[in-house]
């Protein structure tokens, strides 16, 4: 059979952070990169996750028998198997983290096989993808705050996005100082789920000060009722979003049926690139707009295929690693990131040598 699969491989790495970073709910100082190469015929497909060594574990242990000896053309058919065989360990979290690394390197694999950049096999909807520079960690100071933003709008990325709610009352001065290093571009927060509901409709008052036009997890994003309150009491000029943790199709379909964000988050090395383009067909039938989660090299060409893309999160920690760590990371121009259709599939390839170093 052509394109029968015929190899499983899998690494996981860790990357120390250049400076400890912390969110709203969470602090790190480095990230795991779980890689899977898929191979058939003698070509190499590539997908990935930031998760934890033991989805590297899984893939290994029971993903790879999994998809062996299928084709690399019959996706949904390899997807259904990996999805059964985690039943018993719980079809969300670190078995979702291993499936979409598997699912990303048969999507890269599969468009390798017929020579084609991703986005055209897929079929592609725009040639570029507006970006947001993404990072301003609660553990900057001040300075380190105002540099990375600035410096976002200095490459011409219109927008940008910091961290918020590990200290509440710290909040309105360090987004203030933001906006004063930025001038007019738009101001993005991410609370990452750290305020409780009233706190969070008192600051984005507070916030509309200071022209935010995006309020992210404002309250835990399990609270679908909290966020639909927040989406209805907060400015007309503030945009609610949450997502980012959605694993598979009915969490993004509860989000959406509860009228709980204005832009619904996807990222797919949680729910796979086969999940992200169904949340992008679900966004589009609820008439909301999509916006991809961090790890932008492997959102690329996705989102060049899925028109509720609005735009990609540009995020620091993960554009780092990516640079670092593949071949053909594309940078972005005048704000934008293009794919290179001089290269098949998603366009990047592992640096086996620099990875090496970081292998756990
Ligand atoms: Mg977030």
């Not at 970073?21 to 779980?34: F, H, I, K, P, Q």
């Not at 048969?106 to 909807?125: E, H, M, N, S, T």
């Not at 927060?189 to 600051?203: F, I, S, T």
């Not at 509720?308 to 640079?323: K, L, N, P, S, T």
Request: hydrophobic fraction near 45%; include cysteine.
């Amino acid at each position: 059979m052509k394109g029968t699969i015929e190899d499983v491989q899998v690494r996981a790495y860790r990357i120390p952070t250049d400076d400890p970073e912390a969110d709203g709910t969470y602090r790190w100082d480095s990230t795991t990169l779980v890689v899977v190469h898929c191979r058939a015929g003698g070509t190499a497909g590539l997908g990935y996750s930031y998760a934890d060594a033991a989805a590297a574990t899984l893939v290994k242990d029971k993903l790879a028998g999994k998809v062996l000896g299928r084709s690399a053309f019959n996706i949904p058919g390899c997807w259904f198997a990996m999805a059964g065989s985690v039943r018993n360990l719980g079809e969300q979290g670190i078995a979702m983290l291993a499936i979409s690394a598997v699912d990303t390197a048969l999507w890269d694999l599969k468009a390798k096989l017929v020579g084609l950049p991703l986005v055209d096999l897929l079929g592609g909807v725009r040639d570029r993808v507006p970006v947001y520079g993404s990072g301003g960690f609660t553990s900057y100071t001040i300075e380190q705050l105002q540099h990375q933003l600035a410096g976002w709008v200095e490459e011409g990325i219109i927008r940008v996005k910091m961290k918020i709610g590990t200290q509440p009352d710290k909040d309105p001065e360090r987004i203030a100082r933001a906006r004063a290093a930025i001038g007019s571009a738009q101001l993005f927060v991410d609370a990452n789920g750290a305020y409780d509901r009233k706190q969070a409709l008192a600051m984005a008052e507070i916030f509309n000060d200071y022209q935010v036009s995006w309020f992210e997890e404002p309250v835990v994003h399990h609270d679908l009722e909290g966020l639909r309150l927040i989406r209805d009491r907060a400015p007309a000029t503030m945009e609610i979003s949450a997502g980012e943790y959605g694993f598979e199709l009915d969490y993004f379909r509860r989000m959406a049926e509860a009228e709980a964000v204005d832009v619904l988050q996807a990222d797919a090395t949680r729910c796979g690139i086969t999940g992200f383009l169904q949340a992008a067909n679900l966004c589009q039938a609820f008439h909301l707009p999509l916006s991809s989660h961090c790890a932008p090299a492997l959102h690329l060409h996705p989102c060049c295929a899925a028109s509720a893309v609005r735009h990609m999160e540009y995020f620091h920690d993960h554009v780092r690693i990516e640079r670092m760590l593949f071949d053909g990371v594309v940078v972005p121009v005048a704000g934008e990131l293009a794919p290179d259709r001089s290269r098949p599939g998603l366009g990047i390839e592992l640096k086996e040598d620099v990875a090496k170093r970081y292998e756990i």
